[in-house]
């Protein structure tokens, strides 16, 4: 029973960084109905961003994070600009070869640059007990600033003057622009918010996992299970979604090969697709 608590605390701790790194991608497709394929490069990236900051300047990995957050969010604004403005009014097809497009663009040129040799951040925190169970410092610390994260995104969504404007292009592109919301700047606004959350959980992800610039690619698969799971367009679902992912990642292997982790993530994938499409979190008439 020991054993089976630490794997489902740990496994909850990470799903906090999974949670936000769907938060992104469902912010772009609940915005702008745009599925950003790459979203895995840019988590990639933000390892690699903390990795450079933290190595070579000596600033510490947490706060390396800030530096990472802005550069997600004017990355997010230009790859919005370049290739998704002109197509997002195109069928579903045309944005989903332009994402996949900078996908490939990113690795390419991240493989060019940093090859695809293993990087880790060389950086703990220690662990501390709680009676027979031991948690890693930087687990925990991960979890606590995905927390702050996701409060500084409701409180922008649901408290400030953009958030207001995001939230009218996201019901109705067009009532709003008669408004007089600036929908383009607003929706390079919502595709840059997505990229900066996806850059920030990769830099969490990088104080605790070695990785390489493909190794965003299974976050960003574990990013669509649980975008789907807690409902697409919706980032408190996702975050939920995300500590339900987790729980499983935690347990899984306390019982079965760690090998089988995958399998049943897509298995539980397929199943919400199924009888549920709409989320668990998520209502049908939303």
Same mark, same amino acid.
């Given at each position: ?104 663009i990113i690795i390419g040129l991240g493989t060019a640059a940093f090859s695809a040799s293993p990087r880790n951040v060389d950086f703990t925190l220690g662990s501390f007990e709680i009676g027979s169970i ?57 595709? %840059? #918010? @997505?990229?900066?959350?996806? !850059?920030?959980?990769? *830099? /969490? +992800? ?6 390489? &610039? ?16 807690? %409902? #697409? @367009?919706?980032?408190?679902? !996702?975050?939920?979604? *995300? /500590? +339900? ?6 347990? &899984? ?17 397929? #199943? ?15």
């Amino acid at each position: 029973m020991d054993f089976l608590l630490a794997s489902l605390i740990d496994g909850l701790l990470l799903g906090f960084v999974y949670g936000i790194a769907a938060m992104g991608l469902t912010l772009i497709w609940g915005v702008m109905n745009v599925i950003n394929l790459s979203h895995g490069p840019i988590i990639a990236l933000g390892m690699f961003g903390v990795y450079y900051i933290f190595s070579a300047l000596g600033i510490h990995p947490y706060l390396a994070l800030i530096a990472v957050a802005a550069g997600g969010l004017l990355l997010g604004g230009l790859i919005y600009f370049v290739a998704v403005h002109r197509v997002i009014d195109a069928p579903h097809l045309s944005t989903l070869l332009a994402t996949f497009s900078v996908n490939m663009i990113i690795i390419g040129l991240g493989t060019a640059a940093f090859s695809a040799s293993p990087r880790n951040v060389d950086f703990t925190l220690g662990s501390f007990e709680i009676g027979s169970i031991t948690i890693l410092g930087t687990r925990l610390v991960a979890a606590i600033l995905a927390m702050f994260v996701t409060g500084g995104l409701y409180l922008f969504l649901y408290k400030s003057r953009y958030g207001r404007y995001i939230r009218a292009v996201t019901d109705n592109r067009d009532a709003a622009e008669l408004m007089g919301v600036p929908s383009v700047r607003i929706l390079a606004l919502s595709f %840059g #918010l @997505g990229t900066m959350l996806a !850059a920030i959980s990769g *830099g /969490l +992800i990088a104080t605790f996992f070695p990785f390489t &610039i493909l190794a965003g690619g299974s976050y960003e698969l574990k990013s669509f299970v649980v975008s789907v799971l807690g %409902g #697409l @367009g919706n980032p408190v679902g !996702a975050l939920l979604a *995300g /500590l +339900i992912l987790g729980a499983i990642e935690g347990i &899984i292997p306390t019982v079965l090969p760690t090998t089988w982790v995958p399998v049943l993530e897509f298995v539980l994938f397929i #199943l919400i697709l199924l009888f549920r499409p709409q989320g668990l979190f998520k209502t049908k008439s939303s």
